[in-house]
T-cell receptor, first 113, second 115 residues
Framework: GENVEQHPSTLSVQEGDSAVIKCTYS??????FPWYKQELGKRPQLIID?????GEKKDQRIAVTLNKTAKHFSLHITETQPEDSAVYFC????????????FGRGTSLIVHP | GAVVSQHPSRVICKSGTSVKIECRSL??????MFWYRQFPKQSLMLMAT?????????EQGVEKDKFLINHASLTLSTLTVTSAHPEDSSFYIC???????????FGSGTQLSVL
């Protein structure tokens, strides 16, 4: 089955800095890669996603890049703010079988004011 | 985005009792619903996948007789933790999708505490 590795597990930055979280996946047939933000005690919220037919997608301060050859994708947050502090999860959807997402282990992002 | 409602948000029960958690898709038909368990500061652990009108598919190591899942309609799935024990205490989250290739939306989670 699919295996998703996410790094780092913890990321601490100063307000205004950029933050980058990386994920690798194992199934070359995977074709959809969402990112979720989960604040403490709350539900994960979809913040951005990318499909395998594009290499990059941006939404204001958030961007995701995908390298299909290397089988990795990254979340980029620019001009970080304290409210960006949360746990971020990447996920990978394999196009085969039942199309069940596999989640990374999560990255705890802390933005210091 | 679509709304997924999950109830209750928090439940405290005695050991040996059963607890039912509901997950509803409010503005779309959820052909597939997923149930996850999440321990503090850890990732989402998939417990089972349920498709409307059919039996749930459980992940390896998840006891199907312990965690009963019912997906009787396109908008409702329930997870019943039977004969709960303290080790079942956890944060349980459901998610729903309108179908293959559709985005996934999460419920607000249920914090279960078994005394």
């Amino acid at each position: 089955g699919e295996n998703v590795e996410q790094h780092p597990s913890t990321l601490s930055v100063q307000e205004g800095d950029s933050a980058v979280i990386k994920c690798t996946y194992s199934d070359s047939a995977s074709n959809y890669f969402p990112w979720y933000k989960q604040e403490l005690g709350k539900r994960p919220q979809l913040i951005i996603d990318i499909r395998s037919n594009v290499g990059e997608k941006k939404d204001q301060r958030i961007a995701v890049t995908l390298n299909k050859t290397a089988k990795h994708f990254s979340l980029h947050i620019t001009e970080t703010q304290p409210e960006d502090s949360a746990v971020y999860f990447c996920a990978s959807y394999s196009s085969g079988g039942s199309y069940i997402p596999t989640f990374g282990r999560g990255t705890s992002l802390i933005v210091h004011p | 985005g679509a709304v997924v409602s999950q109830h209750p948000s928090r439940v405290i029960c005695k050991s040996g009792t059963s607890v039912k958690i509901e997950c509803r898709s409010l503005d779309f038909q959820a052909t597939t619903m997923f149930w996850y368990r999440q321990f503090p500061k850890q990732s989402l652990m998939l417990m089972a996948t349920s498709n409307e009108g059919s039996k749930a598919t459980y992940e390896q190591g998840v006891e199907k007789d312990k965690f009963l899942i019912n997906h009787a309609s396109l908008t409702l799935s329930t997870l019943t933790v039977t004969s709960a024990h303290p080790e079942d205490s956890s944060f349980y989250i459901c998610s729903a999708s309108g179908g293959v290739g559709e985005k996934l939306f999460f419920g607000s989670g249920t914090q279960l505490s078994v005394l």
